[in-house]
């Protein structure tokens, strides 16, 4: 733990002082983690961390007009690099030191497409980054936990074909890089910063975040200051002693998404307390509806430690296997996206109040993501709504609020950002027309 301690420290530009509320700590079964040296309250700032490495996400659905130094979107349509790199860049950030160095690393490796932005380069361009780290900074990188998936091969492969010249398989360089990316994957964070007009997605690596490890309701909740620094504070009472927990998943997931998330992306099954409960707390967020002679009763796992477990409900007593409820979550799943992608507000709002309970329960996590999907896009868009559309939309934010509730989520950002919109929906209602 001495050298994680020290690296950390280095990464962070300072030293271990009596006012550190955290420690790195060995654990039984993960390894590492933090923990608290002392009692922390609701809400306190735990730490403060810059990224060791960061860059575009570059998503299939996301834009590729944006700078690569400063993230912000391009004026004009075309920013590629004139030098011939085939990174986009800014007038302001074309001549920068850090766009140089990386120009000049990629043109060394022959970019088959000079003067076009190839989506996979820009990808890799944050683990490319892990090239220029100092010496320092490359042992952090190698200490950290890094998981190996086939499909992590395939993210680099992906774009090293878009140069002629790049590292061999077998060189040091490209089993370095490798590295990163495996780090990268198994540690980093989505950071999304906001432009004027644009909501660009990046991703993180915060190496002292990183060793933080995953509860489905954790002890902690995190945020974004200018710079992408990532603050992290107490979202409930953590006793001295006790581990300081992120999640890798969304807190209004169902067990069966959480748990299929965490295998194929973490490589672990989880088995905190909210997964061992089939209820999840009281919160019902994974429950199905009934279909044995129009029960309309709610079904749950049978045994919430177990993947493919099967379900039983709660009314009648009938007995789903697994591979009733994957069609199922599968069909109610398809429904409910077609909503969120293709419906305005106002469909959104009809379907909730007319169709949503008739096909799975009030607090599942489809009704419960669609509500919060209907709250952001009320705030978003120019629509003209209804006082009983606002109405409405204050309830969603109770209803969410008391799933969050039932889980022990405590004082996290979505309940802040909640109890937001009420306020200003309430002031809708109070507004003459």
Request: charged share 20%; net charge positive; hydrophobic share 35%.
């Amino acid at each position: 733990m001495e050298t994680i301690s020290a690296l950390i420290d280095f990464h962070l530009n300072e030293k271990s002082s009596p006012t550190r509320i955290w420690r790195v700590s060995a654990t039984s079964i993960s390894g590492r983690g933090l923990f608290a040296v002392r009692d922390i309250q609701p809400g306190e700032i735990i730490f403060r961390e810059k990224p060791l490495l960061i860059g575009p996400t570059a998503g299939k659905d996301s834009s590729l007009n944006i700078c690569s130094v400063c993230y912000r979107p391009c004026e004009n349509n075309e920013c590629v690099c004139p030098r011939g790199c085939s990174l986009p860049v800014c007038e302001l950030c074309l001549d920068s030191k850090q766009h140089l160095l990386e120009c000049n690393l990629y043109k060394s490796w022959q970019p088959a497409h000079p003067q076009k932005v190839m989506r996979a380069n820009l990808r890799a361009l944050v683990w490319i980054r892990g090239l220029l780290l100092n010496e320092t900074q490359k042992h952090l990188v190698n200490v950290l936990q890094a998981n190996v998936d086939p499909a992590y091969q395939r993210e680099m492969l992906a774009a090293a074909s878009n140069f002629h010249n790049f590292p061999s398989a077998a060189s040091a360089t490209y089993e370095f890089l490798f590295k990163v990316v495996c780090v990268l994957n198994t540690n980093a964070f989505e950071a999304l910063q906001q432009n004027e007009n644009a909501e660009i997605s990046l991703r993180g690596l915060y190496p002292l975040s990183g060793i933080m490890n995953h509860e489905c309701t954790p002890n902690t909740c995190h945020y974004f200051e200018p710079g992408n620094v990532m603050v992290v504070k107490s979202a409930k009472f953590i006793p001295q002693g006790t581990e300081i927990t992120t999640t890798y998943t969304k807190i209004l997931w169902s067990n069966l998404s959480r748990r299929v998330f965490l295998n194929m992306t973490k490589q672990f099954v989880c088995s905190c307390s909210r997964c061992l409960d089939p209820t999840e707390n009281g919160s019902y967020i994974s429950a199905l509806l009934c279909r044995k002679n129009d029960c309309l009763g709610w079904i749950i796992p049978q045994d919430g430690n177990v993947l493919l477990s099967d379900w039983r409900c709660i009314k009648c007593g009938t007995i789903y296997d697994s591979k009733h409820i994957s069609r199922a979550q599968d069909f109610t799943l398809r429904i409910f996206n077609g909503k969120t992608s293709s419906g305005s507000v106002k469909d959104i709002l009809d379907f909730i109040r007319e169709k949503a309970a008739r096909i799975c329960p009030p607090t599942s996590q489809f009704i419960i993501e669609l509500k919060l999907h209907a709250i952001w896009k009320m705030t978003k868009t120019n629509e003209k709504f209804s006082d009983l559309d606002i109405k409405d939309a204050i309830q969603y934010c109770k209803d969410i609020l008391f799933v969050l509730d039932k889980l022990h989520a405590g004082e996290c950002i979505l309940k802040s950002l909640l109890e937001d919109e009420i306020r200003k929906f309430s002031g809708l209602l109070l507004t003459p027309k």
